[in-house]
């Protein structure tokens, strides 16, 4: 039988790299989803095309009503809901710490803790509901070191894995696991941007490949996979903890001297 077979998840940021791959991988292995992503996303293009076991929602994450609104969708068009993926972000600038835009900061908040915060509550009572079930957070390596320049993002994603360790303490008891993964370099659209923005895409990808172990980045599939795994009943006995998917990028830069 397919890991998922009968199972339902919601994955914010589902129009994302990481977020469309595990929504593709979850629906081979039996689960319908529901993808949840901006007006902008394509979200419910990318559901039509994954098939009829995956639908598409437009929704501001960091708004109480809608997200919990897009809950309420799952349960409604495909009768419960078993997992959640928290997984919408976005990056900021990179800029110095004493000329970095407050509104930037806001935003950035906003969506990597507020939208996360937002969603875990949301999340309680369905999976209450099915007598328990899964949630990973999408955090980043930043989540478990820093880069210099990136102080809003950086925030968030150590903001997030606090808040996790709290929710699954809370939810042990009801069955619910919560994690959270820390992506690496990932092949996605997020970093095609970055590099563009850099205005020598090919070179900036290159050098940064370069400081990776494996050297080369991952494959969004490759960050499916273990949320797959945090997902599906082979990680059971698993909460309250980070599993990052880097290529060693974080042993290399706790290794390297000051």
């Known amino acids: 039988m397919s890991r998922l077979q009968d199972k339902v998840v919601l994955i914010t940021g589902g129009a994302g790299g990481i977020g469309r791959a595990s929504a593709e991988m979850f629906v081979r292995e ?48 495909f009768g419960g809901l078993d997992s959640v993926l928290l ?67 950086t925030t968030s994603k150590h903001a997030v894995v606090g808040m996790m360790k709290g929710a699954a303490l809370e939810l042990a008891r009801d069955g619910i696991r919560v994690n959270c993964i820390h992506p690496g370099m990932t092949d996605t659209p997020m970093m095609d941007r970055i590099h563009e923005s850099s205005g020598a895409p090919a070179a900036m990808a290159a050098a940064v490949a370069a400081t990776i172990p494996m050297r080369r980045y991952a494959r969004a599939a490759e960050v499916a996979a273990l949320m797959l795994f945090l997902v ?25 001297p000051e």
């Open 232 to 256: 599906c009943d082979d990680s059971t006995y698993c909460t309250g903890a980070s599993y990052a998917v880097d290529g060693g990028i974080l042993a290399s830069w706790a290794s390297t």
């Open 30 to 77: 039996g689960a319908s989803v529901l993808l949840v992503d901006t007006a902008d996303s394509g979200v419910q293009k990318i559901a039509a095309d994954i098939g009829s076991r995956a639908a598409g929602i437009v929704a501001n994450v960091t708004d109480p009503e809608q997200l919990e609104g897009c809950f309420a969708a799952a349960e409604q068009r």
């Open 87 to 153: 997984n919408a972000g976005i990056t900021g600038v990179h800029t110095p710490l004493a000329d970095y835009p407050l509104e930037v900061f806001d935003a950035v908040m906003a969506v990597n803790v507020r939208a996360v915060w937002v969603g875990l509550r949301a999340a309680i009572r369905p999976l209450r509901r099915r007598g328990g079930g899964s949630i990973v957070i999408t955090s980043s390596i930043q989540g478990l070191s820093a880069l210099p320049q990136t102080s809003a993002y």
